[in-house]
């Protein structure tokens, strides 16, 4: 009788952590079939907890989101991955590539939305734990076409919320706190003109001022 690729293989050990305890019953539930394969070993909702755990039982990954009640999933993920050797692996609902850029940067493995069936999660950890960093193929879409755009030159940071280039320019300047005069004299134009920008900025961002615009940038990420 033939085996299935994988069936002769340690399962990995796996620990859950979410702040929706219908969350963790879920993917409990979603993993169970798989049992030969992944086991989970251990689920937590509390930063706190989660790194003890993970400490304490050394799962070979880590599920994870990147937004936790007061805490942030980002933070924890450093802090695990400081304690233990895994995989850690962001399960989310956020498809926004700054959530994905900042994961990957912290030292994650894989970066997977919560729309995900059980069969392609055990995929995904299988080949994680072998050693590839996957992401979403939806993300994974997106990031190739802005890395093309990029490569091209016709990509600036806020290009999708439709800001030019030179629009881009003095939002940058104005996130680093630059007046109108300085941000004139740094693009050698008229203090008119970074005026004249600064409203196309507003209008395009759907704000009033140079605040609201800044707290908008950040927000969404625009310079990283």
Known sequence: ???FPGMDRTPITVVIIDDH???LDGLRAMLQPYRDQVRVVGEASEPAAALALATELKPAAVLLDVRLRE?????LCSEILKAVDCKVVFLTVYDDEQYLYQALRVGA???????????????YLRRICDGEVLIDPTLAGRVALSAARLRSGEFWPGAHLGLTQRESEVLSLLVAGLSNRAIAMKLVVSEETVKTHARG???????????AAVTVALREGVFH
Not at 109 to 123: H, M, N, S, T, Y
Not at 201 to 211: E, F, H, N
């Open 1 to 3: 009788m033939g085996t």
């Open 21 to 23: 305890q219908m969350v």
């Open 71 to 75: 805490a942030s999933g980002l933070d």
């Open 109 to 123: 493995a894989g970066f997977l939305l919560k729309r995900i069936k059980g069969g392609e999660l055990v995929d």
């Open 201 to 211: 900025i507003y209008r395009k961002l759907g704000v009033s001022d140079r605040a």
